[in-house]
């Protein structure tokens, strides 16, 4: 199998404080994960690229110090959003491929973010 | 840069019928492509991945096709039931690239 685990899968915070989701492929090695945001009736948002033990590549218009990203072992991503506001509020979505590479990408259960 | 292309946006159909998702997308030197299905308030379930060098692929009561060259992908789906309601999202991923690029998904309601 392929399994992909999110915690929290939900979480209510207020303004200002960090939250931190974590990604964890239960039964296979990922040397990607990838974390993405989804808003209602929207199409998934890629917004970072993570490489275990090296800095994450962050697409345009992402800002890398509020959403913090750690890929420190072959199973395990943290996103982290620091100092959240209520805009942050989202559905983020995590995914993750093989160590041996078949193109397919596996995609954890969510977890749904409400900035109070 | 790519552009992935859902339609219809919505669709409902009774139990029982035979349905044609389709996908389109705008740079047709891709790597794969992949069909999940979205439940509310849930993360993706893979469906069916399409390799480039692929016609189609097959799964149960799904069948899933990509002509490449014209920058189509369709999603079909046998004998409707109504658990096959969900959101249906087709993403598509470049040649050396891992990113995918994601339309904004069809949304399927099968009626009893």
Same mark, same amino acid.
């Given at each position: 199998g392929a399994v992909v685990s999110?915690?929290?899968?939900?979480?209510i915070c207020k303004s200002g404080t960090s939250v931190k989701i974590?990604?964890?492929?239960?039964?296979?090695q990922a040397t990607t994960m990838f974390w993405y945001r989804q808003f209602p009736k929207q199409s998934l948002m890629l917004m970072a690229t993570s490489?275990?033990?090296?800095?994450?590549?962050?697409?345009?218009?992402v800002e890398k110090d509020k959403f913090l990203i750690n890929h420190a072992s072959l199973t395990l991503s943290t996103l982290t959003v620091t100092s959240a506001h209520p805009e942050d509020s989202?559905?983020?979505?995590?995914s993750a491929s093989k160590v041996i590479n078949t193109g397919e990408l596996f995609f954890g259960e969510g977890s749904r973010l409400t900035v109070l | 840069k790519?552009?992935?292309?859902?339609i219809p946006a919505a669709l409902s159909v009774p139990e029982g019928e035979n349905l044609v998702l389709n996908c389109s997308f705008t740079d047709s030197a891709i790597y794969n492509l992949q069909w999940f299905r979205q439940d509310p308030g849930k993360g993706l379930t893979s469906l069916l991945l399409i390799q480039s060098s692929q016609r189609e692929q097959t799964s149960g009561r799904l069948n899933a096709s990509l002509d490449k060259s014209s920058g189509r992908? $369709?999603?079909y789906i046998a004998a409707s039931q109504p658990g096959d309601s969900? $959101?249906?999202l087709c993403a598509v991923r470049q040649g050396g690239s891992?990113?995918?690029v994601f339309g904004k998904g069809t949304k399927l309601t099968v009626n009893p």
């Amino acid at each position: 199998g392929a399994v992909v685990s999110q915690h929290p899968s939900w979480v209510i915070c207020k303004s200002g404080t960090s939250v931190k989701i974590e990604c964890r492929s239960l039964d296979f090695q990922a040397t990607t994960m990838f974390w993405y945001r989804q808003f209602p009736k929207q199409s998934l948002m890629l917004m970072a690229t993570s490489n275990e033990g090296s800095k994450a590549t962050y697409e345009q218009g992402v800002e890398k110090d509020k959403f913090l990203i750690n890929h420190a072992s072959l199973t395990l991503s943290t996103l982290t959003v620091t100092s959240a506001h209520p805009e942050d509020s989202s559905f983020y979505i995590c995914s993750a491929s093989k160590v041996i590479n078949t193109g397919e990408l596996f995609f954890g259960e969510g977890s749904r973010l409400t900035v109070l | 840069k790519q552009e992935v292309t859902q339609i219809p946006a919505a669709l409902s159909v009774p139990e029982g019928e035979n349905l044609v998702l389709n996908c389109s997308f705008t740079d047709s030197a891709i790597y794969n492509l992949q069909w999940f299905r979205q439940d509310p308030g849930k993360g993706l379930t893979s469906l069916l991945l399409i390799q480039s060098s692929q016609r189609e692929q097959t799964s149960g009561r799904l069948n899933a096709s990509l002509d490449k060259s014209s920058g189509r992908s $369709t999603l079909y789906i046998a004998a409707s039931q109504p658990g096959d309601s969900a $959101t249906y999202l087709c993403a598509v991923r470049q040649g050396g690239s891992e990113k995918l690029v994601f339309g904004k998904g069809t949304k399927l309601t099968v009626n009893p």
